[in-house]
């Protein structure tokens, strides 16, 4: 039996004993495991790890909480808050801590714009440089840079089909893969649907390169997530020396942005970006499986060129071309309208 099964229901558990609870019971029936484990580290560092749940008040909370905010995003310390706020809706709902209540309620969570607008730049020119010196694309750069077997084709089916890290590194089987038609089929995402991922030509002939000799079943890549992450950072890091080096080499003066604040995660952006040329939105939220559209409408930016001539290529536009060249024009209709 538990050893949690004992404590008077009077009587609350401390935040260090309900984080151990909550990671042994709760957390492996979510997605981010390793996540909730990270976050209750770092709540057990702070001076509530030993208070009881009903004695943490909302100040205390929002104290820790602006502390924080001095050094960390203010997405990750929502993330933070949101962890322990649940934790308390579990203690009430779960462990039947009734009369318990949950002082996240009354903290103000600060403001999140964490929507990236980083793209990649694929116009690296050094002039009289030759292409096979100075790769054109920052991903190009990326991939001579990097020591990982693995990234390279990460990095790639990233950018050009919009998958999430985790999506590639652990969601993806080999067996769900169908090379055939270009389509990577994933059964576990991040919103719980599964989803169809088309491949653009590259991205195919890429991954195809990839699976030889590879085992037909199973995950198609070895690395975690973290570790892909922290490999996309050396790889920035050396790739941006190497860029400075070249530049050094030729008397030139290295652009400032190139590979300034990338992110792995920035190249899922940058696929989404790409694929808003080719898809509606409804078409691309499935692709890419956002699940509030609204999301999307930051990638689409048609011209007012763009709009009319899709509106003269519609249905609509059709059947008034065809009037007009039947001979109804608006004079004519505007002169059927005036008064005998």
């Not at 009077?10 to 004993?17: A, E, I």
């Not at 590194?169 to 649907?193: M, S």
């Amino acid at each position: 039996m538990s050893r949690w099964k004992h404590r008077p229901q009077n009587l609350t558990p401390t935040l260090s004993d309900s984080l151990a609870r909550y990671l042994a019971e709760i957390s492996p029936r979510k997605k981010g495991t390793a996540t909730d484990a990270s976050i209750a580290a770092r709540w057990l560092e702070t001076r509530l790890a030993n208070r009881r749940l009903a004695s943490i008040t909302d100040t205390d909370i929002s104290d820790i909480a602006n502390a924080w905010l001095k050094d960390l995003a203010p997405a990750t310390v929502v993330r933070r808050l949101a962890l322990v706020s649940h934790l308390y809706t579990v203690a009430r709902k779960t462990w039947k801590h009734r009369t318990l209540v949950n002082p996240l309620q009354f903290v103000d969570r600060p403001a999140v714009n964490d929507a990236r607008e980083r793209r990649l730049y694929d116009n690296i020119r050094l002039r009289g440089v030759p292409e096979t010196e100075c790769p054109r694309s920052e991903i190009e750069w990326l991939i001579r840079s990097t020591t990982s077997a693995e990234l390279p084709t990460i990095m790639v089916l990233a950018a050009e089909s919009g998958m999430r890290r985790s999506e590639l590194v652990v969601t993806a089987k080999r067996e769900r893969i169908d090379l055939a038609h270009g389509v990577i089929y994933l059964d576990d995402t991040k919103n719980g649907q599964r989803r169809a991922v088309p491949l653009t030509p590259w991205a195919l002939a890429w991954l195809k390169h990839y699976l030889v000799g590879r085992p037909s079943r199973g995950r198609i890549f070895s690395i975690s997530p973290s570790s892909a992450t922290r490999a996309f950072a050396r790889a920035r890091k050396r790739a941006r020396r190497d860029y400075e080096a070249l530049c050094a080499r030729y008397g030139r003066t290295p652009r400032p942005e190139y590979f300034a604040d990338l992110r792995l995660h920035d190249l899922r952006h940058e696929a989404t970006t790409r694929l808003a040329e080719v898809y509606d939105m409804h078409k691309l939220a499935k692709v890419t499986g956002h699940r509030d559209t609204r999301m999307l409408l930051r990638y689409y930016h048609p011209s007012g060129r763009d709009l009319a001539k899709e509106l003269a290529r519609s249905d609509l536009g059709r059947r008034q071309r065809a009037r007009l060249a039947a001979g109804l024009t608006p004079a004519l209709l505007a002169q059927r309208a005036r008064p005998s």
